[in-house]
């Protein structure tokens, strides 16, 4: 199995200009870096997901002017978030076995405001390589069908995700 992450980092000069100016280290993850987490987290979810070869994802790093936007035009709420995903399958919907043999199947494409990544990394005392993981994972569940409309369903999904950061090798602490 494989897994391409097409990464658009809206932010790229623009984060880095602004983190030196501010002071702080910035921190960079490479495309490679985010193809090796999201394999490791599609093997970790194995039997779980979708059978392929192959998986693609989009992911979109950018500040919250522009995942405001998309908010609004989404999910009709004029605020910024931290991250959307936008699913390309329709959860238990069959994929011809050929298909599936023969392309990458797209599970969508996520977006994280690299903004807010930061202040919630500030506000939880960890790194924003962390944080932007953390947030990646959370990103990834909700392409693959996961939700969380009540508090256990919540708790569930933010498990999973504690053991998918630390299948790469980030440990956090939240709590339940």
């Not at 238990?92 to 990394?121: C, R």
Request: glycine letters at 4%; a negative charge.
């Amino acid at each position: 199995m494989q897994v391409e992450v097409y990464v658009e980092d809206h932010l790229s000069e623009s984060s880095q200009a602004k983190s030196i100016k501010n002071g702080n280290i910035s921190t960079s993850i490479t495309s490679q870096t985010w193809e090796n987490w999201f394999n490791c987290w599609l093997d970790k979810l194995q039997p779980n997901i979708p059978p392929a070869a192959n998986y693609e994802i989009g992911l979109r790093l950018t500040n919250d002017s522009e995942i405001q936007e998309l908010n609004a035009q989404y999910r009709h709420q004029d605020k910024p978030t931290d991250v959307l995903s936008f699913a390309a399958l329709e959860v238990d919907s069959p994929v011809p076995s050929e298909v599936l043999a023969s392309m990458p199947l797209y599970l969508g494409d996520i977006v994280i405001s690299v903004d807010t990544a930061q202040q919630q990394a500030q506000k939880q005392g960890h790194s924003l390589l962390t944080e932007l993981a953390w947030l990646a994972s959370h990103g990834l569940l909700h392409l693959l069908g996961w939700d969380h409309p009540d508090e256990k369903s919540l708790e569930i999904m933010l498990q999973q995700q504690v053991i998918l950061l630390k299948s790469i090798g980030i440990s956090i602490d939240i709590e339940l």
